[in-house]
């Protein structure tokens, strides 16, 4: 049975989440979460779409954490038609640290490929949680498709997400070292040379790779 006592401090934690100063908000999300009640996941959910510091996503991503998954998911998965990219990218990542494989098949092509950076690489590690045996390859064939894509830290997040895949990755990687494109060329270079050789380092594989593609095929040799 509920208290009065017990629904006064409940109503206080939801308030505080939107409070103005960030430390009162982290307390409130540690509170949730060391205290879970359904009761808080709806406002979890939606601090986390607004939330603008890290740290306080951090803990509000980790209070989520620490309820049923059966009352979780259904609402981070609605999250993720949200026009709100920060609201898409926090689902996605809430959703890898679940871990629950109910989310698979939420995660689409749209949001595999989506054209906000954040949405992307949260989706792509939610994808390498998620994914179903024998869904791998399936799951390499729009991966591979974001070679080349943006900066270091893109690219980075994407090599990491397609060794996830292990094998699964070695055949598209292969095939994506012909590319007519040079920069997705040397993004699958690095990326085959790191799942051959995960001890040769990201800045090392890269390095290499732009050697290739710079000197061709013979400059591996070289």
Known sequence: ???????????????ALGADDASVRLRAAMTA????????IGTLVERCAVEP?????????WALT??????????????????SAQARSQALHTLSKIGDRRAWPAIT??????????????????????VPEGEEEDLTGVLVTQLGRGGREMR????????????AAGPVLRTATKDPDP???????????????PEAGYEFA?????RIVALGPDGAKG
């Open 33 to 40: 979460g060391t205290g879970p009640d359904p009761s808080y």
């Open 206 to 210: 890269v390095e290499e790779a732009k």
């Open 53 to 61: 510091d890290f740290q306080v996503r951090e803990l509000l991503t």
């Open 156 to 167: 980075l997040s994407l090599s990491r997400a397609l060794i996830a895949l292990g094998e």
């Open 1 to 15: 049975m509920t208290t009065a006592n017990q629904v006064n401090d409940t109503a206080r934690v939801l308030r």
């Open 183 to 197: 920069e997705v060329r040397q993004h699958a270079l690095a990326t085959e040379r790191l799942l051959r050789d």
């Open 109 to 130: 092509r749209e949001l595999l490929t989506d054209a906000d950076d954040e949405v992307a690489r949260s989706a792509w590690r939610a994808a390498t949680v998620l």
């Open 66 to 83: 620490r309820h049923a998954p059966s009352a979780t998911v259904p609402v981070l998965v609605g999250e993720l038609r949200s026009e």
